[in-house]
């Protein structure tokens, strides 16, 4: 079976190899610049929410959370961002979200007691089947 990036039979061009490699290089080096690069060398590969901890197979699943919501400060030293897993760095957001749009939850919040009571007729109910 032949390759199916290179045409059979035609030699391969080491210039193109070497621009594709050098490429990936400077690609890698970018990475290696941003914060959540940054951010996995600076903190522990644990999830500072629920601490569950990462590998390297799993690593993809632990995300950088800036702390105060603005991708756009990344001081070189950390202090904005914490490693959160996909669930609690979503979590995170959604509360981030409820809380921009003025819904807090229940919590704060006073709540009328219920006074439907869906048994209320059961003993009359059961007493008419008896009859």
Not at 110 to 131: I, V, Y
Request: proline residues 5%; contains cysteine; charged residues 30%.
């Amino acid at each position: 079976m032949s390759d199916p990036r290179r045409t059979p039979g035609k030699p391969i061009d080491h210039s193109k190899l070497d621009k594709l490699v050098a490429n990936a290089h400077k690609e890698r080096d970018k990475r290696l610049e941003g914060y959540r690069e940054q951010s996995l060398r600076l903190h522990p590969w644990i999830c500072g929410r629920c601490g569950r901890e990462f590998t390297q197979a799993n690593l993809h699943e632990l995300t950088v959370h800036h702390k105060d919501h603005n991708h756009d400060n990344n001081p070189p030293d950390g202090s904005n961002w914490e490693n959160l897993c996909l669930y609690c760095h979503d979590n995170e957001h959604q509360r981030y979200v409820d809380k921009v749009r003025g819904y807090d939850g229940l919590a704060g919040a006073k709540q009328e007691a219920a006074t439907f009571n869906p048994f209320a007729n059961l003993k009359d109910m059961l007493g008419k089947g008896d009859k």
